[in-house]
């Protein structure tokens, strides 16, 4: 039987990809993640191809035209907006219908916008107040033509965006903005708060479980009675009250996870302490005067690393299981971007009543598969460094 490599399991490489997504993810995307981008609760691209999708379109002095093709009904929005260094006077933004009809939309000056849904537009076109402009804009399938005519030097960019009901991977949210640029700005905001307050975490129940297994005594009765408080304690209404006392930034919330995730990993590394304390190179070390830092540092501490290393990977899950909770419950920062923040919107905002089935897929399954990664590496680390666990490493 061959044992399996670290490079053979599937939650490397799912963490690689992770990993390499909340890096690297927002250059996939030419917008923000809290840009508006399409209309409200707009449909993946793939789910339903017969309405229409969201369009853009930009104008420069280089391109001073775009041809968009249309085979769909009306869109929901029609809107034009000029980004201008000055104002260009003797030029036109123009609007040419399939048949050849040329609708003048504005001159081209700095800070103009034309929505179809404005009142004075609707006058400008001719159209009554209760018409709809982007269904007089676009009355006819074929292909239609965005232009600044006219003559003079001008500087900017004219932006169209025509919004459907379909946009993007994952469609989008109530706000309108891209939920793949969400998800994959929630990756970074999951993988530091689960790292960071595991580190942290580790950190702590390592110093405590040392000191309380090699010096014993007082000290460790104190530590393990602090211990078996603390875990007495529900976490939950403990995280909110902190979260609420504390504030909803994100360095408060991986304190707030650290301090309650510390006391499993004090108990397991006190437990090897006390195995370890008693042998006889340890007693050789007091015999020569070796001072007891030096020996926790040097000797006892090595010894746990291995261990450690497979309980920090186990403890991560936790952490993010925690954070997207109290996000999902309104006590993170409503600035930072997370799967749980996009799970407490989804539900706030009637995703249900809307229909928006897959603003909550994403976040969902994003908490659940990387949960899953690290507990899989968890147990891998875990079968290597435990010998009783190895037959399980076989395959």
């Not at 339903?48 to 769909?72: C, F, G, K, N």
């Not at 469609?171 to 595991?198: E, P």
Request: with cysteine.
């Amino acid at each position: 039987m061959r044992r399996r490599t670290l490079t053979r399991r599937w939650s490397f490489w799912c963490l690689v990809l992770l990993a390499a997504l909340a890096l690297f993810g927002g250059r996939l995307f030419s917008a923000p993640p809290d840009a508006e981008v399409a209309a409200p609760f707009s449909k993946p691209f793939w789910l339903d191809r017969s309405l229409p999708p969201t369009v853009t379109a930009d104008l420069t002095p280089d391109a001073p035209s775009a041809e968009i093709p249309w085979s769909w009904g009306a869109p929901s929005r029609f809107f034009v907006a000029a980004d201008m260094v000055a104002d260009a006077p003797g030029r036109t933004i123009l609007w040419t219908k399939p048949g050849g009809r040329t609708v003048e939309i504005a001159p081209l000056k700095k800070g103009v916008e034309r929505d179809g849904r404005d009142m004075a537009f609707k006058r400008a076109l001719g159209l009554p107040p209760f018409a709809d402009g982007a269904a007089s804009l676009l009355d006819e399938r074929g292909t239609y033509r965005l232009s600044v005519d006219g003559q003079g030097p001008w500087e900017g960019t004219v932006r169209l965006r025509l919004d459907g009901g379909r946009w993007g991977l994952f469609g989008t949210d109530q706000r309108g903005r891209d939920i793949a640029a969400l998800f994959v700005a929630g990756i970074r905001v999951s993988l530091l708060v689960g790292i960071m307050a595991t580190l942290i975490a580790t950190a702590l129940g390592t110093t405590v479980g040392l000191a309380a297994g090699y010096l014993g005594g007082w000290f460790d009765s104190a530590a393990m009675r602090l211990v078996d408080l603390l875990l007495s304690i529900p976490m939950l209404p403990i995280l909110m009250a902190l979260a609420a006392i504390w504030g909803k930034g994100l360095w408060q919330l991986v304190l707030i996870l650290s301090i309650f995730s510390w006391m499993g990993t004090a108990r397991t590394v006190r437990a090897m302490t006390l195995s370890l304390r008693d042998t006889a190179y340890i007693e050789d070390l007091r015999g020569i005067g070796a001072p007891t830092a030096y020996i926790l540092r040097r000797h006892l501490l090595p010894e746990t690393l291995p261990l450690l290393l497979a309980t920090m990977t186990l403890g991560v899950p936790g952490a993010i299981l925690s954070e997207a909770g109290l996000s999902f419950l309104g006590l993170s920062d409503p600035r930072v971007i997370s799967w749980g923040r996009m799970l407490h919107e989804a539900q706030t905002f009637g995703t249900f009543t809307a229909g928006a089935w897959w603003m909550l897929l994403p976040p969902g399954l994003g908490i659940a598969v990387l949960c899953l990664a690290f507990l899989d590496m968890g147990k891998y680390l875990e079968e290597r460094t435990d010998p009783r666990l190895r037959g399980g490493a076989l395959s």
